[in-house]
T-cell receptor
Framework: EPEVTQTPSHQVTQMGQEVILRCVPI?????FYWYRQILGQKVEFLVS????????KSEIFDDQFSVERPDGSNFTLKIRSTKLEDSAMYFC?????????????FGEGSRLTVL | AQKITQTQPGMFVQEKEAVTLDCTYD???????LFWYKQPSSGEMIFLIY??????QNATEGRYSLNFQKARKSANLVISASQLGDSAMYFC?????????????FGTGTRLTIIP
């Protein structure tokens, strides 16, 4: 079964450093997403990406965050200057884009720890 | 108002019993989808089951079924014959339609513990 893959599974970084989290969505999917889950809290939407541009972003997704699809397969989330409160599990997801279907799948997550 | 409400922060259930995890939602969109995900202690989000707003029948996937009551705006997850491996966090989520609005909104989750 096709799956969303994410790397790294765990990254530890110093506050102020740049971090890039990588995702390979399912190949025929058109919408890509990043979500965040701070430890013990609910999963929160960060950003959606369609047709090579951001289609929606939350208030969490400020200027420190950016997303890119540098080639036909990868989808990346960059945090320019990490803060302690960026420590969380980051999930990539992808879907075909048809809202009234069940086709939305998550990767296994990238755990980011900011020291 | 919360879009997704899960009122049970934690539940303890005896192994082999059935369990119902509650979820209510709020939307004015006629076309939407409801999801349940399982999150074990390892952290990944595992898709369990999906219900579309126009689906006539309740969704079922193996031991999982979704008790969809549209008028009440509830989408409870039923796990039959629970197993020790079912112990995890369970999240209900909704996806509304509309271009550029494909995101999922999650509830706060229910931590299910299966007792041997």
């Amino acid at each position: 079964e096709p799956e969303v893959t994410q790397t790294p599974s765990h990254q530890v970084t110093q506050m102020g450093q740049e971090v890039i989290l990588r995702c390979v969505p399912i190949s025929n999917h058109l919408y890509f997403y990043w979500y965040r889950q701070i430890l013990g809290q609910k999963v929160e939407f960060l950003v959606s990406f369609y047709n090579n541009e951001i289609s929606e972003k939350s208030e969490i997704f400020d200027d420190q965050f950016s997303v890119e699809r540098p080639d036909g397969s990868n989808f990346t989330l960059k945090i320019r200057s990490t803060k302690l409160e960026d420590s969380a599990m980051y999930f990539c997801a992808s879907s075909t884009g048809r809202a009234n279907t069940g086709e939305l799948f998550f990767g296994e997550g990238s755990r980011l720890t900011v020291l | 108002a919360q879009k997704i409400t899960q009122t049970q922060p934690g539940m303890f259930v005896q192994e082999k019993e059935a369990v119902t995890l509650d979820c209510t939602y709020d939307t004015s969109d006629p076309s939407y989808g409801l999801f349940w995900y399982k999150q074990p202690s390892s952290g990944e989000m595992i898709f369990l089951i999906y219900q579309g707003s126009y689906d006539q029948q309740n969704a079922t996937e193996g031991r999982y079924s979704l008790n969809f009551q549209k008028a009440r705006k509830s989408a409870n997850l039923v796990i039959s014959a629970s197993q020790l491996g079912d112990s995890a966090m369970y999240f209900c989520a909704m996806r509304e339609s509309g271009f550029g609005n494909e995101k999922l909104t999650f509830g706060t989750g229910t931590r299910l513990t299966i007792i041997p």
